[in-house]
């Protein structure tokens, strides 16, 4: 572990000790925390006083608070929460200075701060899990994530602390760790190495059936049996799913458990240890921890007085939580006796006293007189008080060395311990710094401590050995993480559901009856507004206020809130909307005055915009990704944005009308519109999409009239959506180049980067999906500028909801901003080549795989080939033009040399579909007619080639439905092709390509 360390000397003592001084000069006390030398051998006694005072107040807070709840948060004394997490941080960095920890104690914290902080955000919730987990797993801490500088009054806030808090780094929990930690009561919470489990059953069922997981996050899973696994498809599901959980939950039953014994209150002898559970109004009240035994809970009875230990002074020193030795009594108010087990434990101190004790005088009895050693025991000396310095020592109040030599019971029943005088013994401390009342208290604290740790128990007797079972005090704060976890899911409704049912389940598990009736009705609350957002009648809207609830301000906030909305109409036989009272919050009064909008708008605008007001109501109320479309308004796509562009046709100009048949036909001007606006969403670095056939307000309007335009003018064989996708691949194919001119031609900007689908929505309406990747290499504009009709630019971006021209300025932002997104290692290579190619330098090919085998080769870059993943490049030393493919070089480095082919004439070299190079060989012509199949697997292995496909208008059509039409340099690519599909293709045309199969199936 880390602790601090320090030889700084010890501070002055910063004030008088009372706990209610720990409040009014905290900031005096950081400061003396802060410089004590936690190195020291023995603390002093200024520092032990002050350490039990904040302690004592620590837990004085935790009593106070015990009762806190989602709806209730208490404070101590008027203290504010940040001043109470102050101190009680200050106390755990001690603990922590001292080599302890309190665990129970930093549960606690984390617990006030997930009821109090108001807005954490999901990393600190994460962390505070995490801390939480580490707790019930019994964890070392290692380093608090805060220190004593965030605990200044200048520099501390809630949430700032909160995350400093979860920062905190505990010993790892072993990998070998398999101890089940549980608990158990209307259910089950079961950790299992690093995992939280939430499950509807018992431990003895879930350690004998088989479950499986319904939902949870990485570290919280909620199990079921597995035959029981309900559906858990749609909101409507996980509705059904808690009210089963709910019902489950009640009636899971204990785990069976073993025969257990009855305590002999007459006979049992031997010390029973007990934890104490509360001290309130001085009665101390404890439970039996033996789980062999019967269960017993009740009062401590104490003596005024035991040995030198007064009641006041130990229920001062007590905490919930501690252990004690008891012997029992048959009395059902009291059933443990405190002094005779305390009474034993003195015995056996006094036993293993053989050296000289300090002791100060205390009383006289009959026969002698009484001293209270250093230890805290209490030792009676008979009629030895006449010497010099005893009589001093009892009349001054100053130290004597005594040693206890037997203990007894007096004949009238009193436990005692005898002792004597030492004639020898070390130097007696100066009485001018002697302070008796110290010592005493020092004596009794002594003695306490001792006590306690000799009452502890080395472990607690459990059900089985890798079982241990966790304390609810570790549990309950779990239900407030996942509470907060739930509110930080603004954007999913159905993961917010999913956080409130853990967090429910472990408030019922713990028996938290107001946590848990407010979870719940928070999870009907979110069920109300899921059936507004989805159109559901308004009595399914009621939401009734529980009668526990009744006082709790957002439990009817929430009522009125849904009462509210429950006034909402969309149906035009309904009735308007009736004035309500308005609360003071921004909220309601927004959702009423939008509600009242929508009720006095309906039947005067169209439902689309009723929709619009309808899905703000359920963003305001963050419940917008459940939020369904009217049934009676057509399929809503939204709104144009950064990434959606609408377009009605491509033949015909915008029109909001749902039949544009008798609109003017201007196929040129709607070509020219489509293009500009896949050039914007190239120019992007996020892409976009087209939706072809929906109009500019988002209503689906289709595409029968450019399929009837388009066949009625010859522009395609059929009305078929295959012929339409054809149409626009050709206006867009060929359309665009980049201004660096790196591909090898115009169809390769967009052979790959635009995809085709087609949709066809619940009214039946067909409509074209074009997706479009951004170009990642540099800019793009039109291929054709003397084509372009008047006002168009060269080249477009885009811009929020609009495509706009790309000015000089915005270009070169655009290419940095591109060339700065993180690419694949094939694009970075691009990028290279083509920053090569610019600045006319060479690039060396490391390990290059050839015909002879590898070879480096220094290369001229003429011709980037990106959809092929290969460049043509003319070869310096051996004097030859190739295509290079990336794949084939072990490595690619820029170099410095400038190129030595002066004349450039390779710079224009182009390649054909099968990725022969220009010059090589004459071009011969290709013609083939295609059958389905054939036509299948040429686009599929040879992207490319879909430039150079069209309908097939002859008689044949129906075998064969496509011609493809291109020219090669190299046989060898289209043979293997044609070798392959023979059946599915149709040669028209092909100089030379049936001699060179033949002589290629015999070379095979």
């Not at 040693?403 to 401390?429: M, Q, T, Y």
């Not at 100009?653 to 008798?662: H, M, R």
């Not at 293009?675 to 209503?699: H, M, P, Q, R, Y």
Request: aromatic share 12%.
């Amino acid at each position: 572990m880390e602790y601090p360390q320090t030889n700084t000397p010890t501070p002055p003592f910063w004030l008088d000790i009372r706990k209610e001084f720990i409040v009014t000069a905290f900031d005096e006390l950081l400061v003396y925390l802060k410089l004590y030398n936690y190195n020291t051998k023995q603390p002093d006694s200024n520092f032990s006083k002050t350490f039990q005072s904040l302690k004592g107040l620590v837990y004085d807070i935790f009593d106070v608070t015990v009762n806190d709840n989602l709806g209730e948060i208490h404070t101590y004394n008027e203290l504010s929460n940040e001043t109470m997490i102050r101190i009680i941080a200050c106390y755990l960095l001690t603990c922590h200075s001292l080599r302890q920890q309190d665990l129970l104690c930093l549960n606690k914290l984390a617990s006030r701060i997930l009821l109090t902080i108001s807005e954490p955000v999901e990393r600190t919730i994460e962390q505070l899990e995490h801390l939480q987990y580490n707790c019930i797993y019994n964890c070392n801490v290692v380093r608090y994530g805060f220190d004593w500088s965030s605990l200044e009054k200048t520099r501390f806030s809630l949430s700032t602390f909160a995350f400093l808090l979860g920062n905190t780094q505990f010993t790892p929990i072993p990998a070998t760790d398999t101890v089940k930690r549980y608990y158990e009561n209307k259910g089950l919470l079961v950790t299992d190495y690093n995992q939280l489990r939430i499950v509807t059953m018992n431990l003895e069922n879930y350690l004998s059936e088989p479950t499986q997981c319904l939902f949870g996050d990485k570290r919280t899973k909620f199990f079921v049996l597995k035959r029981e696994k309900p559906r858990c498809a749609s909101f409507d599901d996980l509705v059904a799913l808690n009210a089963s959980i709910k019902t489950a939950q009640t009636n899971v039953l204990p785990s069976g458990e073993k025969h257990l014994l009855t305590y002999d209150f007459e006979n049992h002898r031997d010390d029973v240890t007990v934890r104490v559970t509360s001290i309130r109004n001085n009665r101390i009240e404890a439970e039996t921890i033996d789980p062999h035994y019967e269960p017993i809970e009740g009062t401590v009875y104490v003596r005024n007085y035991c040995q030198s230990v007064s009641f006041e002074r130990l229920i001062g020193w007590l905490r919930p939580g501690d252990y004690i030795n008891v012997k029992l009594q048959k009395d059902p108010r009291a059933p443990f006796l405190f002094h005779p087990s305390f009474e034993y434990f003195c015995k056996t101190v006094s036993m293993q006293s053989r050296a000289p004790l300090q002791a100060v005088y205390i009383s006289h009895y009959s026969f002698g007189t009484r001293w209270v050693t250093e230890n805290g025991l209490q030792i009676s000396i008979l009629n030895e008080h006449n010497t010099p310095e005893v009589l001093d020592a009892i009349d001054y109040g100053t130290v004597m060395y005594v040693r206890p030599f037997e203990s007894k019971f007096d004949a009238v029943g009193n436990f005692v311990i005898n002792g004597e005088f030492c004639e020898e013994h070390p130097p007696l401390p100066d009485d001018d710094y002697f302070d008796k009342d110290a010592f005493l208290d020092d004596a009794t604290d002594a003695i306490l401590q001792e006590y306690l740790a000799y009452s502890t128990p080395d472990y607690t007797p459990l059900r089985k050995p890798e079982e241990v079972a966790i304390d609810v005090n570790y549990v309950l704060p779990l239900a407030y993480t996942y509470y907060q976890y739930a509110k930080t899911c603004s954007t999913s409704t159905i993961k917010r559901y999913e956080m409130l049912m853990i967090a429910r389940f472990i408030a019922r598990l713990c028996n938290a009856t107001f946590d848990a009736a407010l979870l719940s009705y928070e999870m009907e609350y979110i069920t109300a507004l899921v059936r507004f957002a989805q159109g559901k009648t308004a009595s399914s809207l009621a939401l009734p206020l529980d009668s526990v609830l009744a006082n709790n301000a957002k439990a009817n906030f929430q009522h009125k809130l849904i009462d509210t909305l429950s006034a909402y109409t969309d149906n035009p036989l309904g009735s308007h909307y009736t004035q309500r009272a308005v609360l003071p919050n921004d909220i309601f009064c927004e959702v009423r005055n939008l509600v009242t909008a929508s009720n006095i708008l309906l039947n005067k605008i169209s439902n689309h915009e009723i929709n619009r007001i309808k899905r703000s109501i359920t963003s305001l109320l963050q419940v917008e990704d459940m939020f369904v479309i009217n049934r009676n308004a057509a399929t809503y796509y939204g709104e144009e944005n950064e990434t959606l562009e609408f377009k009605t046709s491509v033949v015909y100009p915008p029109s909001i009308n749902t039949n544009i048949t008798f609109a003017q036909a201007k196929p040129t001007e709607q070509k020219w519109n489509i293009l500009k606006a896949v050039c914007g969403f190239l120019n992007s670095t996020n892409g976009g999409e087209i939706l072809l056939g929906v109009n500019d307000n988002g209503f689906a309007v289709g595409l029968q009239s450019d399929l009837q335009y388009l066949v009625a003018n010859k522009k395609i064989h059929d009305a078929s959506m295959d012929k339409y996708i054809l149409y626009v691949r050709s206006l867009i194919d060929g359309s665009f180049t980049d201004d660096s001119r790196i591909t090898a031609a115009p169809y390769e900007v967009t052979a790959t980067r635009v995809t085709y689908s087609p949709i066809v929505n619940q009214e039946g309406i067909e409509i074209l999906r074009i997706r479009i990747e951004p170009f990642e290499y540099g800019i793009v504009e039109f291929f054709d500028v003397s084509a372009m009709p008047t006002g168009f630019y060269k080249s477009y971006t885009r811009s929020g909801n609009s495509t706009i021209p790309l000015a000089a300025e915005s270009k070169r932002l655009l290419l940095s901003k591109k060339l700065a997104t993180k690419h694949d290692a094939t694009t970075q290579k691009m990028i290279l080549l083509q920053e090569a190619k610019q600045e006319k330098k060479l690039v060396l090919l490391k390990d290059y795989i050839h015909d002879e085998g590898k070879v480096d080769r220094r290369i001229e870059v003429h011709r980037i080939l990106p959809l092929r993943k290969a460049f043509i490049g003319y070869d310096i030393d051996s004097r030859t033009v190739e295509v290079y493919r990336l794949i084939r070089a072990n490595e690619i480095v820029a170099t410095t040399e400038g190129w030595k082919n002066k004349t450039y004439r390779f710079e224009n070299l182009n390649v054909d579909l099968f990725n022969a190079v220009e010059g090589l060989e004459p071009p011969i012509r290709i013609l083939f007619k295609l059958a389905p199949a054939a036509y299948n697997a040429l686009i599929e292995q040879h992207p490319l080639t879909r430039s150079a496909i069209k309908d097939n208008i002859a008689s044949d059509s129906d075998q064969f439905p496509w011609i493809f039409d291109t020219q090669v340099y190299n046989l060898i690519g289209v043979a293997q092709f044609y070798v392959a599909f023979a059946h599915f293709i149709k040669v028209e045309e092909a100089e030379g390509m049936m001699d060179f199969v033949q002589q290629y199936i015999r070379d095979l």
